[in-house]
């Protein structure tokens, strides 16, 4: 019992990202309004951003700006290459769902609903 | 003998196609027509630049490049050898084709109209270049996007339906890419770098953890989910039907190929080959290409829209190219590669064809082509031929399964590709079939039309 404690006092982050990406991947599969699959999809981009954060995570650690008192131990800086990736991550997600609103706005204008359903019947009878 | 030599052009190759696009969105702005002669120098230059850098890489030499001046396990390194070069020839190439066809066939727009299209095909070149060229797990996540982002718009421009299609391509593409960037962060957390050699070999080291197995199963099914492999390719036939014709003469030519590129470099090069004998990766992979030959072959054959029955055909074509990289045989992968050509200049022509169809004639089904011969002599020339080289192209596949036992691959495929040898010999007449049905239906339904015409 006292393992299973450990384990989600020590890896408890990993498992809120398992359910956030459980989060995100019910809400794309399921869910029938096109903007809550957008939601749903953030959410899921989002949980892999909160991944990599964690694993670089990194206490008593600083800036990864070279100190000259400190001096240049590896072990007084944070690594920066995560946090750039999900800096870049993050463009790329952002873009994404620019061009994901933009369709959904043609999608609107065009059919006169967001109801992936209804959207479905409307493709089956054109 | 393999020797690397450094040069620019593999940076240069998607860094030009990037400021052509830019200087594309300005131009087209002010004359869409000088826009169009843009993306022609730019793609022409591309394809002649391929071409000699593949002439250079041909006898099994790199051209590597790294940008800023950090060599590359530490910086982001671009290679160019033979594999690389071949794609990114065919990439250029068929990219000058899609420029050069009429926008306003292509694209259903009229040639003064605003709208970057072509600034549009030359991101998507930019970032299948770019997926082409780097030896960086992270940077391939980065023109994944940049080629889908493109692609997306580019569906959308078919219409309402299109719109739809492309949004449903974009949540499954997205979840994908997100897939592969998950097992990047395992990668990168086991490893401690992104370069694929490097991460490689220290993979090597570590192969029989779990944390490297679901790194690998992620980013295959990440890149199996861009690539449209059975079962994953549910986006596919929406999206290549609603596209424009030369949209997805483009998308079905190379964007799936490219990823499918992609799926060779990380099975053949960053996955630690200890991994493959001990987890059935390349099995599935053959399994799921059968799969996805003979669903391809059946729901092909089964459709009356000309470019709905092309796009379920490229979801079998790519289910060969999948059992070509899970065979695991010099040969089998050569059979995958030159599939690839094949059918990037198969399928090219014939969404070709169905634009040029649709816009001089409006007809879309297969059924309504008859007669066409006589009034688009040309264009039906081109779609025989098309259909022919795939006819023609069909021993190379035959080589894929037939010399497969004697060439020493693993026991496991062995038996699965002699499996594969009767599964694929009992579709392989099928499929140039279905892609004669159009021509054939034209055969044999002109006569009564013929008879016709005299009286109208």
């Known amino acids: 019992m006292s393992d299973l404690f450990s384990f989600?006092?020590?890896?408890?982050?990993?498992?809120?990202?398992?359910?956030?990406?459980?989060?995100?991947?019910?809400?794309?599969?399921v869910e029938r309004h096109l903007i809550k699959k957008l939601v749903g999809l953030t959410i899921f981009q989002t949980a892999i951003f909160m991944f990599f954060i964690e694993?670089?995570?990194?206490?008593?650690?600083?800036?990864?700006?070279?100190?000259?008192?400190?001096?240049?131990?590896?072990?007084?800086?944070?690594?920066?290459l995560p946090h750039v990736?999900?800096?870049?991550?993050?463009?790329?997600?952002?873009?994404?769902?620019?061009?994901a609103l933009s369709l959904a706005v043609v999608i609107h204008k065009a059919f006169g609903t967001l109801d992936d359903d209804e959207l479905t019947e409307r493709k089956r009878a054109s | 003998m393999i020797t690397e030599s450094t040069s620019q052009l593999p940076v240069l190759l998607p860094a030009g196609m990037m400021i052509a696009a830019i200087v594309a969105v300005a131009t087209g702005a002010w004359r869409p027509a000088v826009a169009r002669w843009?993306?022609?120098?730019?793609?022409?230059?591309?394809?002649?630049?391929?071409?000699?850098?593949?002439?250079?890489?041909?006898?099994?030499?790199?051209?590597?490049a790294t940008i800023g001046g950090w060599a590359a396990p530490i910086g982001i390194g671009y290679r160019f050898d033979a594999l690389s070069g071949f794609i990114a020839t065919l990439v250029c190439f068929m990219g000058l084709l899609v420029v050069l066809y009429p926008p306003k066939v292509g694209f259903g727009l009229s040639n003064d109209r605003g709208m970057p299209i072509h600034a549009l095909v030359l991101l998507l070149l930019t970032g299948l270049l770019g997926v082409t060229m780097t030896a960086d797990l992270f940077n391939l996540f980065v023109f994944l996007e940049i080629y889908s982002i493109a692609a997306y718009s580019l569906i959308a421009l078919g219409g309402p339906l299109a719109a739809l299609a492309a949004f449903r391509y974009l949540i499954i593409g997205t979840i994908g890419s997100s897939l592969y960037l998950l097992g990047v962060g395992f990668v990168y957390f086991t490893t401690g770098t992104l370069s694929m050699a490097q991460a490689a070999d220290r993979l090597a080291e570590v192969a029989d953890s779990p944390t490297v197995i679901a790194a690998v199963v992620l980013m295959v099914v990440g890149i199996a989910t861009k690539m449209?492999?059975?079962?994953?390719?549910?986006?596919?036939?929406?999206?290549?039907?609603?596209?424009?014709?030369?949209?997805?003469?483009?998308?079905?030519?190379?964007?799936?190929?490219?990823a499918a590129y992609a799926l060779i470099r990380i099975t053949f090069e960053v996955v630690p080959p200890e991994l493959l004998d001990e987890f059935p990766l390349l099995t599935i992979l053959t399994v799921f290409g059968l799969a996805g030959v003979m669903f391809g072959s059946f729901m092909a054959i089964r459709q009356t829209d000309f470019k709905r029955m092309l796009a379920y055909s490229t979801v079998a074509q790519l289910g060969y190219i999948g059992i070509g990289?899970?065979?695991?045989?010099?040969?089998?992968?050569?059979?995958?590669?030159?599939?690839?050509?094949?059918?990037a200049f198969m399928k090219g022509t014939m969404f070709f064809v169905a634009g040029s169809v649709y816009s001089a004639t409006g007809r879309k089904s297969i059924e309504a082509f008859a007669g066409l011969g006589r009034r688009m002599p040309w264009t039906m020339v081109g779609f025989t031929v098309a259909a022919g080289v795939d006819g023609r192209a069909a021993p190379h596949?035959?080589?894929?399964?037939?010399?497969?036992?004697?060439?020493?691959?693993?026991?496991?495929?062995?038996?699965?590709?002699?499996?594969?040898?009767?599964?694929?010999?009992?579709?392989?007449?099928?499929?140039?079939?279905?892609?004669f049905a159009g021509s054939?239906?034209?055969l044999v339904q002109t006569r009564p039309r013929r008879r016709r015409r005299p009286r109208v």
Request: glycine fraction near 14%; charge should be positive; charged fraction near 10%.
């Open chain 1, 8 to 29: 989600v006092e020590t890896r408890y982050v990993y498992l809120f990202v398992v359910a956030l990406l459980g989060i995100g991947l019910w809400a794309v599969l």
């Open chain 1, 55 to 80: 694993g670089s995570v990194k206490t008593g650690a600083d800036v990864p700006v070279i100190d000259k008192a400190a001096g240049s131990d590896p072990a007084l800086y944070v690594n920066p």
């Open chain 1, 85 to 99: 990736l999900m800096l870049t991550g993050l463009v790329v997600a952002v873009a994404v769902l620019g061009v």
């Open chain 2, 38 to 64: 843009v993306a022609v120098v730019a793609t022409a230059v591309g394809t002649v630049a391929c071409g000699i850098g593949l002439a250079q890489v041909i006898d099994g030499q790199t051209l590597t």
């Open chain 2, 228 to 258: 449209a492999l059975f079962p994953l390719h549910v986006w596919l036939p929406d999206a290549h039907s609603h596209a424009p014709p030369a949209g997805a003469a483009l998308l079905a030519s190379v964007q799936v190929k490219v």
């Open chain 2, 325 to 343: 990289i899970g065979l695991d045989t010099p040969l089998a992968l050569v059979g995958a590669l030159l599939l690839v050509l094949n059918h």
């Open chain 2, 397 to 435: 596949r035959r080589v894929l399964f037939q010399v497969l036992p004697g060439a020493g691959c693993r026991r496991r495929c062995q038996r699965l590709g002699m499996g594969g040898g009767c599964g694929g010999g009992g579709v392989q007449p099928a499929h140039p079939h279905v892609l």
């Open chain 2, 440 to 442: 054939r239906s034209h």
